[in-house]
């Protein structure tokens, strides 16, 4: 809420991209609602219970909890030892190699698990077709594999969540046992940190 509050202040992305020109009363409403959900999330629970630790979890475990949950099912699918590969020397992947490459799957693509990830265990084909409702990535999966397959480009995937999240937890404990380098305290690299960086 914070970034995209001083981006609307700005008014561009980073500094950089200029963001569309909005009416005055789509900024009108776009500033009642965020102020709506501050005070939802911020003013209520404390007007209604006071300065107590019960209007402190109130105010602080909605947001602890979609924390959580966007940590789990975005960032194990991209921090993972396959995720940064980088192009040959003088050479560049095309944009969706990129992606393909930079991202992660998990589990078989089944309806439970892509309900429950709202997709985001398709993470390859969530980012290469954006638009695409995430109910039919289970059905494209095999597809986009095969494709990749037959281009010669790694398709990165996890039996399940727990064996991502377990990859993901390894390669943090890598790279916190290495210094900025990547070198270990004998002086080479870890072993994943390693893989990571090749």
């Not at 200029?18 to 009108?28: I, Q």
């Not at 500033?31 to 911020?42: D, E, N």
Request: aromatic share 10%.
């Amino acid at each position: 809420m914070f970034e995209s509050t001083e981006m609307l202040s700005r008014g561009s992305f980073l500094g950089r991209v200029p963001l569309v020109a909005l009416s005055r009363s789509d900024v009108a409403r776009l500033w009642l609602g965020r102020a709506l959900v501050a005070s939802v999330l911020w003013v209520a629970p404390f007007a209604l219970h006071g300065l107590t630790l019960k209007a402190l979890a109130f105010a602080t475990l909605p947001l602890f909890i979609h924390g959580a949950v966007y940590y789990v099912f975005s960032q194990v699918s991209h921090i993972q030892p396959p995720c940064f590969e980088e192009p040959p020397e003088g050479e560049r992947f095309e944009w969706a190699e990129m992606q393909v490459r930079h991202s992660l799957d998990w589990g078989n693509g089944g309806v439970v698990q892509t309900l429950a990830s709202i997709g985001l265990n398709s993470q390859v084909v969530h980012h290469v077709y954006p638009q695409i409702d995430p109910t039919h990535y289970g059905e494209l999966r095999p597809i986009f594999e095969q494709t990749c397959e037959e281009f010669g480009i790694p398709y990165h995937r996890q039996p399940s969540l727990w064996h991502a999240l377990r990859s993901h937890v390894s390669l943090l404990q890598d790279m916190n046992r290495t210094d900025v380098w990547g070198a270990s305290g004998d002086g080479a690299p870890a072993p994943q940190a390693a893989a990571a960086m090749a």
